[in-house]
T-cell receptor, first 115, second 115 residues
């Protein structure tokens, strides 16, 4: 059973370009979470999605950031017009549809560098 | 509001020493879960333990042990006879029952184990 997959592992963008980060959850998992880790900091929650629904996006910046988890295919975190401050590691996690407290399994992360 | 505090930014020990990583949390939820994750230099997040708020039994897993004290809102992690491979950043995290499955992370403690 493959774990959570994220690609690309490393992404370099110039200021103003778009960044697309992909996350494929573990088989059987329908809940996806995105977290951001700025350099030398802990992880901060961004958004929680279920298939075709955004459940909680309280941690998403108001502008330039969007996320989706379509019926088919991976979850996508999209950052438009990237700026240097977007440079960070972005982690995706998934969990099965179950009660509160189920373990979130993390992917290896995508390290975004904005030049 | 929910908060996790890891006051120790960095700890350095020599191999075979015991080391305790502190974690203090704040929540108003009556049901919640506490987690520890390890982030080695390679960058991925490795799940170590999950504990729910109704289970105050301490847990031991090999050289790892966890001390959950609800009275002091602490969930400390001890590594016995540390090894160089234990060098990593360790994160404590909290999941409440009013946060839509949102993990709240501490800022992490960097553990350096030297030979």
């Amino acid at each position: 059973n493959a774990g959570v997959m994220q690609n690309p592992r490393h992404l370099v963008r110039r200021r103003g370009q778009e960044a697309r980060l992909r996350c494929s959850p573990m088989k059987g998992h329908s809940h996806v979470y995105w977290y951001r880790q700025l350099p030398e900091e802990g992880l901060k929650f961004m958004v929680y999605l279920q298939k075709e629904n955004i459940i909680d996006e309280s941690g998403m910046p108001k502008e330039r950031f969007s996320a989706e988890f379509p019926k088919e295919g991976p979850s996508i975190l999209r950052i438009q017009q990237v700026v240097r401050g977007d440079s960070a590691a972005y982690f995706c996690a998934s969990s099965p549809p179950s009660d509160l407290g189920s373990e979130q399994f993390f992917g290896p992360g995508t390290r975004l560098t904005v030049l | 509001a929910q908060k996790v505090t890891q006051a120790q930014t960095e700890i350095s020990v020599v191999e075979k020493e015991d080391v305790t990583l502190d974690c203090v949390y704040e929540t108003r939820d009556t049901t919640y879960y506490l987690f520890w994750y390890k982030q080695p230099p390679s960058g991925e997040l490795v799940f170590l333990i999950r504990r729910n708020s109704f289970d105050e039994q301490n847990e031991i897993s090999g050289r790892y042990s966890w001390n959950f004290q609800k009275s002091t809102s602490s969930f400390n992690f001890t590594i016995t006879a540390s090894q160089v491979v234990d060098s990593a950043v360790y994160f404590c995290a909290l999941l409440g029952n009013t946060g839509f499955q949102k993990l709240v992370f501490g800022t992490g403690t960097r553990l350096l184990v030297s030979p």
